[in-house]
Every structure is written in C-alpha cells, then in structure tokens.
C-alpha cells in the first residue's frame, strides 16, 4: 500500500467520524423535548369558562407533493382562568411547523407559525382574539374584479371583492348587512363560502346583496356569480359602486366579447390561471357609475323568433290596411261606373 493511498483511507475515515458526530448531535437534539407555553389573549367582555379554554397543538408538514397539510392535534391541555397554557414533553422537530390554536364564540384562533430549532427548549406564544363589532360602516373596498364571460343569450359575471377590516375586531354583519349594488334583472345568483360550497350568509334585494357573515380583521375575499340577459347579441349593464371606480377592474377571455365604456381605460391582456384576458381599469371620476356596453354574445334564436313575430306582424297590418283601402275605394268607384 502507497503512502498516497494511505492518506487518503485517513481523509475518507474522518470524513465517516464527523459525519457519524454530526448525527448524533442532531440525534441528541432531536429526541429532547421542548415546551410551548404562551397567552390566549381575551377581549374585554368575553369571559374565559370556569374550565378553561381548549388548547391545542397543531402540526403542519410539507407531504410528497410540495403542499402544506395539516396532521390533527398533536397536544391539548386547558388554559388557566387568566388564559395562560403550558404543552410540556412535545417532540422536537425540525421538519415541520406549528401553530397554537383555542375556540372561542365558536371561532377557531391560531397563533403565528412557530418552527424549532436545534437550541431553544422554551417556546412563548401569544393567541390574540379579536373582539366582536358591528359597526359595518369600517369594512373598505380594496379592490373589485368583475369577470365577464359569454353564454347563449347571456353574459356570466363572477366578482370578486377584496374587503379590508381595517380594526383590530371581528365585524359582525349578520344584522345590519354589508350592502354591494348589483345590475338590473340580474338572474342565477350564487355565492360560494370559504369551503367553496353553496353559501347562505347573504339576502338579495332590489339591485342589491346583503352580505350577512363575521369579517376578520385584514382582507376578506368574497366571490358571487349572477347573469345578465342579452338583446341580438347586445347588452347594456351598469352597476353603482360608493367607491372610487379606480378600485374596479373588468376582464373578459381575449376574443369573446367586444367590451366599451367611457368609465374604463384599457389595460391590455394578461394571465389569469393561465387563461389570457382582455383588461380595463376604472378611471378616478366623481361618479361611482360603472356602464358597460357589451357584445358578440351569442344569439338565443328565441331572439330571432322574436324579430319574425313582429315582422310577421307588421305584414299582417299592412295586408289588413290594404283591403280595408280597397274596400273602401271599390263601393265609389261601382256607383261612377
């Protein structure tokens, strides 16, 4: 054996010893527990129950496809009077992360995302509950989509609307109703929850929805669906908003329906969930008036129909004003002869 060949049996061999050490290191780690410990954080005129709130401890992994899943509890203790919690004794784990979470009024509230390390053994957290109001005049419009698509005899419009609860409550609009303007004679009207189910927290008026639900604070999204009945492949909507109308984008699939307004200024063609559609922006005017005129939307032959009848009428007319003219003319014209 070469003195060459040596060295390197030596290099390799230490190599294998710090990569063993630096298992057993994380090994070591790994199999010491750490606590979480921490504060649910109570409104004022919310009361804490004689047994304490339910606290539990959420664990959230990466799974094979690159998506973020939940794998139930993996603790749950109660909370003291004043809403202090310890979770003793819990693995330590490096790969996954971890949230706190407690219900109250029947809400789920989480705390911020916590991920261990290799050092800290002691982990605080605070879960903040928001308190309750009803003061629906603080929710704002941060931006509103209104996606226009083609039907037979018909547009499909989806909006979708970005609302912000600027305050540090929960709005509760299940009295009082967040009020959003709809088009006239609008017909299939559908709101979808969270879940994407069919939702029932909303009341349709004349030209408007109610929207009825608790809105957190931050942005809320809140989509619905309606149709809007067309004319020989034309249509005519206007809807109102109480904001500026450059907070409102329109879009439509590239190449299904011609789209003009004087409230709009064009913005171009972009992607959305790889679907290329045409986009126009609202213009900052005094008005909150949105008239958009649409068409090529395909024609229902009840339309055609509609036309044949009033011509078939028209003709009917005529031919009876004929004969009533000749009727009248031909008694005459027998008494000259």
Same mark, same amino acid.
Request: hydrophobic share 40%; charged share 20%.
């Given at each position: 054996m070469t003195?060459?060949?040596?060295r390197e049996?030596?290099?390799?061999l230490?190599?294998?010893l710090?990569?063993i050490?630096s298992?057993?290191?994380?090994?070591?780690?790994?199999s010491?527990?750490v606590?979480i410990?921490?504060?649910?954080?109570?409104?004022?005129?919310?009361?804490?129950?004689?047994?304490g709130l339910?606290v539990?401890l959420?664990k959230?992994?990466?799974?094979d496809?690159g998506?973020?899943t939940?794998?139930g509890p993996?603790?749950?203790?109660?909370?003291?009077?004043?809403?202090?919690f310890r979770?003793?004794?819990?693995p330590?784990?490096l790969?996954?992360?971890?949230?706190?979470?407690?219900?109250?009024?029947?809400r789920?509230?989480?705390?911020?995302?916590?991920?261990?390390?290799?050092?800290?053994?002691?982990?605080?957290?605070?879960v903040?509950?928001p308190?309750?109001?009803?003061?629906?005049?603080?929710?704002?419009l941060?931006?509103?989509?209104?996606?226009?698509?083609r039907?037979?005899?018909?547009?499909?419009?989806?909006?979708?609307?970005?609302i912000k609860?600027?305050t540090s409550?929960?709005?509760?609009?299940?009295?009082?109703g967040?009020?959003?303007?709809?088009?006239?004679?609008?017909s299939?009207?559908?709101?979808?929850d969270?879940?994407?189910?069919?939702?029932?927290?909303f009341?349709?008026?004349?030209?408007?929805v109610e929207?009825?639900?608790?809105?957190?604070?931050?942005?809320?999204q809140?989509?619905?669906?309606y149709?809007?009945s067309s004319?020989?492949?034309?249509?005519?909507?206007?809807?109102?908003?109480r904001?500026s =109308? &450059?907070k409102?984008?329109?879009?439509?699939p @590239?190449?299904q !329906?011609?789209? #003009?307004?004087?409230? +709009?200024?064009?913005?171009?063609?972009?992607?959305?969930?790889?679907?290329?559609?045409?986009?126009?922006q609202?213009?900052a005017?005094?008005?909150?008036k =949105? &008239?958009?005129k649409?068409?090529?939307?395909? @024609?229902?032959? !009840?339309d055609? #129909?509609?036309?044949i +009848?009033i011509?078939?009428?028209?003709?009917s007319?005529?031919?009876?004003?004929?004969?009533?003219?000749r009727?009248k003319?031909?008694?005459?014209?027998?008494v000259k002869?």
């Open positions: 003195l060459q060949k040596i049996g030596e290099k390799l230490k190599i294998i710090l990569l050490a298992c057993l290191h994380l090994m070591v780690y790994a010491e527990p606590e410990s921490g504060t649910i954080v109570i409104p004022q005129g919310v009361r804490i129950p004689d047994g339910d539990v959420l959230f992994v990466v799974n496809q998506e973020i939940t794998t993996q603790a749950r203790v109660k909370s003291q009077k004043d809403g202090s979770i003793p004794n819990i330590r784990e790969r996954a992360a971890f949230r706190i979470g407690t219900r109250v009024r029947g789920l509230h989480q705390s911020n995302v916590i991920f261990m390390n290799e050092e800290d053994s002691v982990y605080q957290v605070e903040l509950i308190g309750l109001s009803e003061k629906v005049e603080v929710l704002e941060e931006k509103a989509s209104l996606i226009l698509e039907g037979l005899g018909k547009i499909r419009v989806t909006e979708v609307w970005e609860n600027p409550d929960m709005v509760d609009s299940v009295k009082a967040f009020r959003i303007n709809l088009p006239d004679s609008i299939d009207f559908s709101m979808p969270e879940m994407g189910q069919q939702s029932t927290d009341s349709l008026g004349e030209n408007r929207v009825r639900r608790v809105f957190p604070p931050g942005s809320t809140l989509v619905f669906q149709s809007v004319f020989l492949g034309q249509v005519v909507m206007t809807k109102t908003f904001d =109308l &450059e409102v984008m329109v879009f439509t @590239v190449g !329906l011609e789209v #003009s307004s004087g409230q +709009l200024k064009y913005k171009g063609d972009q992607k959305l969930h790889k679907t290329a559609f045409t986009s126009w609202g213009k005017l005094d008005t909150g =949105l &008239e958009i649409i068409s090529e939307v395909p @024609v229902k032959f !009840l055609y #129909s509609f036309i +009848l011509m078939l009428m028209l003709l007319l005529c031919v009876f004003m004929f004969y009533q003219f009727l003319r031909t008694p005459g014209q027998s002869a």
